[in-house]
């Protein structure tokens, strides 16, 4: 998920719990629930927030980058600098990696990073053709969709992209392009569309077979548009399989 709002997390020994709050960081005793120390002052506002159990760090996400703390002496362990736009905690292996995503608007690609909390590295993995809106994955695939970048400000995109790739080392294994997000008639304003892109995407399992919905926001000022219908792809063959109506 891009872990949206703050989130409470145990400790790897369960003594203790964490959370992110405004500007500080508070730390509490899970059997009495009362706050026996923060970290204060040393962080801006947390758009996000995650935990690496295996280290018992915490992670917030704010203006100045992502930061690393440890909860068990209240310090921060390291700063990688720079606010990703998307943030997604790897659900497989030890719990102590994370893809971080980056729009680069005059290349018009997104870079994609591997965040490693153990030993505080981060390396370049893939660049995308598109910007990013969802991540998921499987046991052995990653999945990135999005929408294409504008070329001009004024510009509409009603167009995005998924790309399957391998989770051990990134190799490309699917691409789906050019996919149309707007699946009913504009109404206002003459078809000026200001944000679309993916709400919902999904995949099984063992990879087989990959569900999306998507969203478009139909003229300056209205409501985003949701869409009813959900598509069901074999992502082995590169074959709609399914719409499904919701």
């Not at 872990?3 to 509490?28: H, Q, R, T």
């Not at 149309?180 to 000026?192: A, C, F, N, S, T």
């Not at 139909?218 to 548009?225: E, N, P, Q, R, Y």
Request: with cysteine; charged share 30%; hydrophobic share 35%.
């Amino acid at each position: 998920s891009g872990m949206k709002g703050s989130k409470i997390y145990f400790s790897n020994n369960g003594e203790k719990l964490f959370k992110a709050e405004n500007s500080k960081i508070d730390i509490l005793s899970s059997e009495i629930l009362t706050v026996s120390d923060s970290i204060v002052g040393e962080s801006s506002y947390a758009y996000a927030s995650s935990t690496d159990k295996k280290n018992d760090y915490y992670l917030t996400i704010d203006d100045d980058g992502v930061k690393l703390w440890n909860i068990l002496n209240g310090r921060k362990v390291y700063t990688w600098n720079k606010k990703p736009d998307y943030f997604y905690k790897i659900i497989s292996g030890e719990g102590d990696k994370y893809l971080a995503a980056f729009h680069n608007y005059d290349s018009q690609k997104t870079d994609i990073y591997i965040y490693n909390s153990s030993n505080i590295s981060k390396s370049l993995k893939l660049q995308l053709d598109f910007k990013l809106d969802k991540i998921i994955e499987s046991k052995d695939k990653y999945v990135f969709a999005g929408s294409y970048f504008k070329v001009n400000k004024d510009d509409n995109v009603k167009q995005g992209e998924i790309l399957i790739v391998n989770k051990s080392d990134f190799k490309f294994i699917n691409k789906y392009r050019h996919i149309h997000l707007i699946e009913d008639i504009l109404k206002y304003e003459g078809g000026i569309v200001p944000h679309v892109g993916f709400h919902t995407i999904d995949i099984t399992d063992d990879g087989k077979e990959l569900i999306y919905a998507t969203y478009w926001q139909d003229g300056v000022g209205h409501k985003i548009s949701y869409s009813k219908k959900c598509k069901v792809i074999d992502a082995t063959q590169k074959l709609y399989l399914s719409l499904i109506h919701i």
